[in-house]
């Protein structure tokens, strides 16, 4: 146990704040059984996160078994935007979990009919089809789908290219880890999809260039045109940062999409839903792309 996890000792001060409370060692000794089946059963990429064993959850405090609470500056991965636990939340789980239909796909249902024009109502005109995923990756994948699917229906076979940014993250699965920008991340995948290519992202700090000709020049360095492009993937902010574009590069990304028939899809699973103060995080730009 002391190899793995090291245990604060219980002479350390108490914090006792408006809203934070720490009255045990960390990690508590009766959690790091929990700790070792993790770290027996998980693979080694999820390894690496803090050894407080989660209780529950309230709007924005979480709680252990042991009488520690902490403030959740984290709000989660992706899905904790509106707080943790809401009442309205809860209870429309509860509802469908009585109603005795936890899932339907392959038929019609009244609650997915409520769900999707729900979404297409909070998106731009003219965004007014939804499709249900699991996943971002799954959605990531089907952007690239869509993409390259209108590309070979006006450009030919030769308009199948996919650009994604350098330090952009899209998921685990091929062709997101592809369009994604991590490269240690991609070095099992080998034979790299040569028409997937990473712009440098202009965040102003690790791409001090943030013109829009640098997004150009990636384009015309790996020899081809943008009759050679079926669609570009970006993050509405790189979740690793978090890093933002400058305006002015989005808004021209966005004409130059436009101009030769390429399709302009944000990545919104971090960004989306109010995480921004602005519903779609994509809005601030003053543009609207084609998928979300």
Same mark, same amino acid.
Request: charged share 20%; with cysteine.
């Given at each position: 146990m002391g190899k793995e996890f090291s245990i604060i000792p219980r002479d350390v001060p108490r914090?006792?704040?408006?809203?934070?409370?720490?009255?045990?060692?960390?990690?508590?000794?009766?959690?790091? +059984? =929990?700790?070792h089946t993790l770290r027996q059963f998980e693979p080694q990429s999820m390894r690496g996160q803090p050894p407080?064993?989660?209780?529950?959850a309230e709007d924005i405090f979480?709680?252990?078994?042991?009488?520690? *609470?902490?403030?959740?500056?984290?709000?989660?991965?992706?899905?904790?935007?509106?707080?943790?636990? =809401?009442?309205e939340i809860r209870q429309a789980i509860l509802e469908q979990v009585q109603s005795?239909?936890?899932?339907?796909?392959?038929?019609?249902?009244?609650?997915?009919? +409520?769900?999707?024009? =729900?979404?297409?109502?909070?998106?731009?005109?003219p965004l007014n089809k939804v499709f249900l995923l699991t996943t971002g990756s799954e959605a990531t994948e089907c952007a690239i789908k869509l993409s390259r699917s209108y590309g070979l229906k006006t450009?030919?076979?030769?308009?199948?290219?996919?650009?994604?940014?350098?330090?952009?993250?899209?998921?685990?699965?091929?062709?997101?880890?592809?369009?994604?920008?991590?490269?240690? *991340?991609?070095?099992?995948?080998?034979?790299?999809?040569? +028409?997937?290519?990473?712009?440098?992202?202009?965040?102003?700090?690790? *791409?001090?260039?943030t013109r829009f000709e640098t997004f150009l020049g990636t384009i015309?360095?790996?020899g081809l045109a943008p009759e050679?492009?079926?669609?570009?993937?970006?993050?509405?902010?790189?979740?690793?940062?978090?890093?933002?574009?400058?305006?002015?590069?989005? *808004?021209?990304? =966005? +004409?130059?999409?436009?101009q030769h028939g390429i399709v302009l899809a944000f990545d919104e699973v971090q960004a989306g839903f109010g995480r921004t103060g602005k519903f779609w995080a994509f809005e601030h730009y003053g543009v609207i792309p084609d998928l979300i």
């Amino acid at each position: 146990m002391g190899k793995e996890f090291s245990i604060i000792p219980r002479d350390v001060p108490r914090v006792e704040t408006k809203y934070r409370r720490i009255t045990t060692p960390l990690p508590h000794p009766d959690s790091v +059984a =929990a700790l070792h089946t993790l770290r027996q059963f998980e693979p080694q990429s999820m390894r690496g996160q803090p050894p407080i064993v989660w209780d529950r959850a309230e709007d924005i405090f979480v709680y252990d078994k042991y009488g520690n *609470q902490w403030i959740d500056w984290s709000s989660g991965v992706l899905v904790t935007n509106a707080g943790h636990g =809401a009442p309205e939340i809860r209870q429309a789980i509860l509802e469908q979990v009585q109603s005795g239909l936890l899932h339907n796909y392959v038929f019609p249902s009244e609650e997915r009919a +409520a769900l999707v024009e =729900a979404l297409a109502s909070v998106a731009p005109p003219p965004l007014n089809k939804v499709f249900l995923l699991t996943t971002g990756s799954e959605a990531t994948e089907c952007a690239i789908k869509l993409s390259r699917s209108y590309g070979l229906k006006t450009g030919g076979c030769r308009k199948i290219g996919i650009i994604g940014f350098q330090r952009g993250f899209h998921g685990r699965t091929l062709g997101a880890q592809q369009a994604g920008g991590m490269a240690a *991340q991609k070095s099992w995948i080998v034979n790299e999809d040569p +028409a997937i290519l990473n712009a440098p992202f202009p965040d102003g700090y690790w *791409q001090t260039d943030t013109r829009f000709e640098t997004f150009l020049g990636t384009i015309h360095q790996r020899g081809l045109a943008p009759e050679d492009i079926a669609g570009v993937l970006m993050e509405s902010y790189q979740g690793v940062g978090p890093d933002f574009a400058p305006v002015e590069y989005v *808004q021209q990304l =966005a +004409a130059w999409c436009r101009q030769h028939g390429i399709v302009l899809a944000f990545d919104e699973v971090q960004a989306g839903f109010g995480r921004t103060g602005k519903f779609w995080a994509f809005e601030h730009y003053g543009v609207i792309p084609d998928l979300i």
